[in-house]
Structures are given as C-alpha cells and as structure tokens.
C-alpha cells in the first residue's frame, strides 16, 4: 500500500483502499478485512448498508457535488478528492465546500495525480491527508507542505487575508 503525508509532515501507512467505480452492470466490491473508499454516490445508494461503519469512507471525483451528501459528512471519519490530473482543479473547490459551506471536521485526503508543488495549496484549501502520484518522492512532502510561510489571502486555514494581520 502507498503511504500517506498528513499536513504536519509526518508520513504514515495509507491502510485505506480506494475503490474504484465499478463498470456498467456490475457491483460495487468493497474488499474484506480492510478500510475502504467508496465512490460517495454509490455510498449514498447503499447508505443503509454502509452507515455507521467506520471503515467505509468516501471518494469524490472532481465532477461530483459535495451537495449530495449534505447532512452526512459528519458519519464519514475519511474523505477523499479525487485529481484526475494535476491541470484540474475542481478538487480545490470540493474541499474549500466540504470545510467551509459543510463543516467537514474529520479527515480530508487527496489523491490522484497529486504533486509536491500542489501540497502547499491543498493545505490551504482544506486538505490534511494527501497521497502522492506513485511517482513522487514523499520524504520531500514536508518541505513544500509549509514552503511558503504566510499566504496573503484567507482561506481555510486563516480567516483573515495578510493586510488584516499586519500590526498597525
């Protein structure tokens, strides 16, 4: 399994599978004996099945809507925004809706085709878990995670844009 950065830098074993959408005509099979990310629509239609369990969560692709889940967030202990490549950024957006309009409060990963030099902006928009694209070296993660020390906007993770938090 890949591992998985946290927004503090640290690096951990990713023991959650993302579930991919399954072809026409065919179920959804999540596997046994571990966690699992399901496609957040088929969540929804199977919600009877799936709440209150721990080790389902969710994965929304980038033309999803965050809306459809209004009211539930708070049963799902993992979120996950899918990238399909690292030029779309509607992803942004879901998450920026999941912490801000939604009130999402537990974890928010991203993964795809996630980059080192996106990390730094996920982190802003409310992400604090990211997988990596395979072919990116994590040990440099941390390093772009905070490589900027201030943002000059407001965001998620400050209400205030820079000028607003100058002292006078």
């Known amino acids: 399994?890949?591992?998985?950065?946290?927004?503090?830098?640290?690096?951990?074993?990713?023991d959650w599978i993302v579930v991919p959408r399954p072809a026409e005509g065919e179920s959804l099979d999540t596997p046994e004996q571990s966690k699992a990310l399901i496609p957040a629509d088929l969540w929804l239609a199977g919600y009877e099945h799936f709440t209150g369990r721990d080790d389902i969560g969710v994965w929304f692709d980038s033309h999803d809507e965050p809306e459809m889940l209004?009211?539930?967030?708070q049963e799902l202990s993992v979120i996950a925004v899918n990238f399909p490549k690292f030029s779309d950024g509607r992803g942004y957006s879901i998450a920026r809706l999941l912490r801000e309009r939604f009130g999402y409060e537990n974890e928010l990963r991203a993964i795809?085709?996630?980059l080192l030099d996106?990390?730094?902006?996920?982190?802003?928009?409310?992400?604090?878990?990211?997988?990596?694209?395979?072919?990116?070296?994590i040990n440099k993660a941390a390093r772009c995670l905070n490589f900027f020390s201030q943002g000059y906007q407001a965001a998620t993770d400050t209400d205030l844009p820079l000028f607003r938090r100058r002292a006078s």
């Open 112 to 114: 795809g085709d996630v």
């Open 1 to 14: 399994m890949p591992d998985v950065i946290s927004q503090d830098g640290s690096i951990r074993q990713d």
């Open 118 to 137: 996106q990390l730094q902006f996920m982190k802003r928009c409310g992400f604090d878990a990211y997988v990596l694209r395979p072919d990116k070296d």
């Open 70 to 73: 209004a009211g539930k967030f």
